[in-house]
């Protein structure tokens, strides 16, 4: 296995000396080799204080520029497979092909923002000109665009070891905004982690950027992470994790002498409400459907569908039944860590333990594998008793039977915040899908129709994102190109003449961006 | 003096039984009439209790529904100039014709965003369409748009009785957003704002909306407006006020079951740098123009200038004397309330005793009346001790004396956040002034080049906010159109049949509107 265990600060190393720790092979259930010794404090304050030195100079490079080094971190990404598939399914027990497609879709992201700062409007530009002559007061001239916040820390994700991690949409949507990032790798795959982040690293140099630009921080514990969002170089964070670890960075955040956003995506049970209609003309093909997604990727997706609501009647056994086959019918899957597989049974257990719940599929999980489990309840039990929305990470589903629309549209009411929300309708269950469709937008960040929840497009319009406790802040998506508003703010210049204005607020236009002029979206 | 004294709760009042208190007349140093009374905790919650209700059809009217009704409460307001006039001068001590311009400002404010919601575009409209035969897999339709948030607390500033209070941006926004607001009026102006709440009720009576819409709670301690920001339907918070005020709602918000944003606008002290040539060729004209920023309103307002930077140099010694000459020569002027007027003469106390600041105007403040106050010091105190950056709210400034440009930029680095920055300059400080303006940037919501801070238009391109401590969230503007943002989130719909789309998302563009569809602006 690769890797020299070493926290990449800046264009240097860490020492060894912090607390150390290793890779685990989950197929396996051995450990990996190297060594990875934890950050140590002096080098924590050190990579802050490195992007902090780099962020003024990096927020002012030209928007192409910015995307040279993107393109250069996507060639790195997208040019190192081999080395990838070398380690990272060994770490994270996940096979090469999806290896393959995330480093693709990591190299992606890096492209797609690299293009959108090529095209440039998303700084919003808005230009109100001099009105010398207004009575009773004359108008200044007013310019505003958005510029980068400063340095971001990254919290890698255990289940996204490629696209949701060091090199990830956070990292991406950080970097294009014009913000240093400080990663923090997740301890789940710390060799992929080094690798990526000496691919950045790679990029910065190549490109004549500032060491400070980017750094990584390895560590098993919470230390590094708590030290990290407390330095005050650090004006926002990223991260993609439980509720319990985003919940704890908010509170850290919302402590500092000068208080900063935190960005966490915490996961979702991502309800699915089948339509009477539907469920009566397609039983089987819906829960082939659901159980797929259930059951991909051993169900460690935060859009996994995890609540199943459907109305009693014509179809229900059957589409119950196929379900309970094709869970029951999977072979138990290889989790991400020990740890993870350890809270997946604990999940499945308590379900498993209630007395108003029905065990329809609990498959034998043992070690570091998960095997799918399936619940059944009536609805009244979430409604009566606000139970079964607790997400069990991991191939684990509750099927809720209601007695009508009416129930199922109270269900959809009491729901917390969401990734997502599917419904399954048929032509003549539009009129309740009218219904119930603005109740799950209020709740949710998608709404999904006749489709599955996993699988999440990184273009413009996506969503990933939600009302707490889906996410810290629903107002913002940490996927699609709309991520990268988390890391940036307006600022407005008043009567700064033209030669000292940035290249998007100047008169001519020189950048050709989609502007909007006295109150009028334009491009001249 | 008009006013029952009540809270108005939706479409009925509160009852006698809180703590009650009475407006005062600064001018005259006197309690006025009638009495109110405090909202009891039942009202408070039901007031959120029926905005919570009113929320979903609310957020479902037509951008043209909405628009209407702002213009009605546009209507209400500029037709009640007699009737604020009456009462708000009193209240205040804010002359008639601050008070005739701060109602056409709020009325026009809601005449503003009435017309953002009729062009509509504010929306961020996103269309990815489908790519049913992409190839590893397909891509599906995927389209989102920005949503209300749902019900909003929005608390009176004490210095803008009508364009930041009650029938103020924050209140406008909130509903051009389509989240029903329930505001808490300042103690400061309770009869205005009263006569605020009638009029905007009167609108939503007007319009058929559901009386949830709007409600008013009276209150003179912090009790009503902590569970006001407690109640669970209460989704985000707009604030103008003090730090402490604005810091203890932030952590109230954070420490929710469901933490919620809390936007707080919390004051600055807007330096403003003179540059060498600006300072030789002009000294009295920037003494001049800087003193009527300064007096202005009695130095009641977010942006009035509190640090004066300036080198050393020709023209230095012509400036301070002009200014002490216009701030000794002003007289004392009413402050908005005792407790303003008596926190004023803390802070003008607080600088005079300093061993490293010299006393250059101090006049004598008495009652509700404070005397304009300038003092003076060396850069080397603020480099050296990071003091004198306090605000003062009032006519109060410091003035520094860098030794060269140097220094006056280290100044600049050492900012906390501020809601302006200003810089004086003539043609050949342009290259210090290229130096500078980034610096600037990163620290403030507005730069402004040779103008004063006084003065906040309301616009597209207005930022009136900044890195904290000047508001509680940099990335985003209480004033000017981007002020909507605040109360939206994005939603996606995935594969969502046209007919069940929002009008915003289909196919057909019926609105007309400016949308991204793939990755492209247009206007189909």
């Known amino acids: 296995m690769s890797g020299t265990g070493l926290s990449l600060i800046g264009a240097g190393r860490g020492e060894p000396g912090g607390p150390t720790f290793t890779g685990w092979n989950p197929t396996e259930n051995v450990a990996l080799e190297p060594r990875f010794h934890g950050a140590l404090p002096h080098e924590v304050a050190r990579a802050c204080q490195l992007a902090e030195e780099a962020a003024p100079a990096f927020a002012a490079l030209s928007a192409r520029q910015r995307a040279v080094f993107l393109e250069h971190v996507a060639e790195a990404l997208a040019g190192a497979e081999a080395e990838f598939l070398a380690i990272t ?28 700062l090529e095209e440039g409007s998303w700084v919003d530009a808005r230009i109100d000109r001099a009105l010398p002559d207004r009575r009773p007061a004359p108008r200044p001239d007013l310019r505003s665009m958005l510029r980068a916040v400063g340095p971001v820390a990254v919290f890698g994700a255990s289940n996204f070891p ?57 560590d098993a514990g919470i230390e590094v992470g708590q030290a990290l969002v407390r330095h005050p170089a650090i004006r926002a964070v990223g991260f993609t994790g439980s509720r319990a670890g985003g919940r704890a960075l908010m509170e850290l955040a919302a402590s500092r002498a000068v208080p900063i956003p935190v960005f966490a995506e915490m996961g979702s049970i991502n309800p699915v409400f089948l339509l009477p209609e539907a469920l009566a003309a397609r039983p089987q093909v819906l829960a082939d459907s659901l159980a797929a997604s259930i059951l991909q990727g051993a169900g460690q997706f935060c859009t996994s569908p995890g609540l199943l609501v459907a109305v009693d009647g014509p179809g229900y056994e059957a589409f119950r039944a196929r379900l309970v086959e094709k869970l029951g019918g999977a072979p138990a899957a290889p989790m991400l860590t020990p740890a993870i597989a350890a809270r997946f049974r604990e999940g499945v257990e308590r379900l498993a333990s209630r007395q108003d719940t029905r065990t329809c599929v609990q498959g034998a999980s043992t070690g570091a594998h998960g095997a799918a489990a399936l619940f059944e309840a009536e609805a009244g039990v979430v409604l009566s008793q606000g139970a079964l929305t607790e997400e069990v990470f991991g191939s684990c589903a509750v099927l809720t039977r209601a007695r009508d629309v009416v129930e199922l549209t109270r269900v959809a009411s009491r729901l917390e915040g969401q990734l997502t929300a599917t419904l399954m309708v048929d032509a003549a269950d539009h009129e309740c899908a009218a219904q119930l469709l603005p109740v799950l937008a209020d709740r949710v960040g998608r709404v999904l129709v006749n489709g599955v929840p996993t699988g999440v497009e990184v273009c413009p319009a996506m969503v990933h994102g939600g009302p707490f406790p889906a996410s810290s802040d629903g107002r913002f998506t940490a996927v699609g190109t709309g991520a990268i508003r988390r890391f940036a703010r307006p600022v407005c210049f008043q009567d700064v003449p033209d030669a000292l204005l940035p290249a998007e607020l100047r008169e001519a236009n020189p950048l050709s961006l989609w502007r909007t002029v006295d109150g009028v979206l334009k491009r001249e």
């Open 162 to 218: 490629l696209a949701f991690s060091v090199a990830g949409g956070d990292t991406a949507s950080a970097l294009a905004a014009g913000c240093p990032v400080v990663a923090k790798a997740h301890p789940a795959h710390p060799a992929t982690s080094e690798l990526a982040g000496l691919k950045i690293r790679a990029a910065v140099a190549a490109c004549g950027l500032s060491e400070g630009v980017f750094s990584l921080l390895l």
């Open 89 to 116: 399914p060994k770490e994270t027990g996940l096979p090469p092909a999806r290896i393959q497609n995330e480093l693709g879709r990591a190299a992606n992201q890096f492209r797609l923002f690299a293009r959108l």
